[in-house]
């Protein structure tokens, strides 16, 4: 599938997408990189980039009047990829005890299902579990710790007991196996892990109280106002992508990233820890209009990250739902 970008600039120019060769990041892993000459100027496009323009300006403006307090990680189009991308790396037995769970599991219900949590927290219902979205951890601190990052909260039937996206992490994966939950719980546990192994390997979502996840930092992107947050979250996905279907073919083109065999709890603390690395080091722009240079290098970073969650969420239900030693499938050819 082709996606096309207008540049008013260039109105004569051919349109045609190209495939840049792999290059190695600046991250360590090899990415996928691709390029998109601009299209030809035509009416339908230019009513298209109006309507886009408008609603980036109307969202600028609420952003900069103090109406958007918080961003929601990658945007639905990259929390439907990391699903779809996470399921097609499920063991027959894991994704056969998924579909029980996620039934029928076509790829509209990993969309409503990995995107639920931000629609609940737009509901009165659902305000308490703002916090679970992230994580916070104190400038100079390179090591999350538990005790101070996300300390136990008062115990409420249905919630975790310590609010922050690494505790509900595990929270969640145990309750996605717990024999005593109902379908519905079932099929809420799954949804919030799809979500927050998400949320977690957004740089922001791992940074710093004192910006809220950069977004307290206003930037200039292509000459749009915008906060940091949302520039990670969904701006470059949306110029680079434009849909998750296109940016989970994009990205199915490339292996998995290995992500080992079998999962612990304690591993959702390293994934934090490089988070947060992430955050400090990579994602803050040296001035506030973000170049070219940076842009692409945050584009590699998103692709990488989306990705190794993808996997990290295929290990978690491997792990979780794969049969119990001596069940009635285990050892079946």
């Known amino acids: 599938m082709q996606i096309y970008t207008l540049r008013l600039a260039n109105p004569a120019g051919v349109a045609k997408l190209v495939d840049a060769l792999d290059s190695k990041s600046s991250f360590g892993n090899k990415v996928p990189v691709r390029v998109r000459p601009p299209a030809p100027l035509n009416m339908l496009n230019t009513l298209k980039l109006f309507k886009t323009q408008t609603l980036c300006a109307v969202f600028a403006c609420l952003t900069l009047a103090g109406y958007c307090t918080e961003a929601v990680s990658w945007g639905r189009d990259g929390h439907t990829s990391i699903g779809i991308l996470a399921i097609n790396q499920l063991q027959p037995e894991a994704l056969q005890e998924l579909e029980s769970i996620v039934h029928p599991l076509t790829r509209q219900a990993i969309a409503e299902a990995c995107n639920w949590p931000d629609d609940l927290r737009e509901t009165e219902e659902g305000e308490w579990s703002g916090p679970l979205h992230y994580i916070n951890i104190p400038r100079g601190d390179e090591v999350y710790t538990q005790a101070r990052d996300c300390p136990e909260q008062a115990h409420l039937a249905g919630r975790p007991t310590k609010h922050c996206a690494t505790e509900a992490i595990k929270h969640y994966a145990a309750e996605l196996v717990n024999p005593q939950a109902s379908g519905k719980q079932r099929w809420r546990s799954f949804a919030w892990l799809c979500h927050l192994v998400g949320d977690l390997h957004q740089p922001m979502h791992a940074g710093f109280g004192d910006d809220r996840g950069g977004n307290d930092v206003d930037v200039v992107f292509e000459d749009w106002n915008m906060n940091l947050h949302h520039f990670w979250d ?29 999962w612990s709890p304690p591993m959702v603390n390293d994934w934090t820890n490089r988070s947060h690395a992430l955050a400090s080091e990579n994602a803050y722009p040296a001035t506030a209009n973000i170049d070219e240079v940076f842009a692409q290098q945050s584009w590699e970073l998103i692709q990488e990250q989306i990705r190794l969650a993808a996997s990290h969420l295929a290990l978690i239900i491997n792990s979780e739902l794969k049969p119990a030693p001596g069940s009635v499938t285990d050892g079946l050819d």
């Open 234 to 262: 969904s701006a470059l996905i949306n110029k680079q992508a434009g849909s998750w279907q296109y940016l989970v073919g994009q990205l199915s083109e490339f292996p998995p990233v290995q992500a080992g065999s079998d």
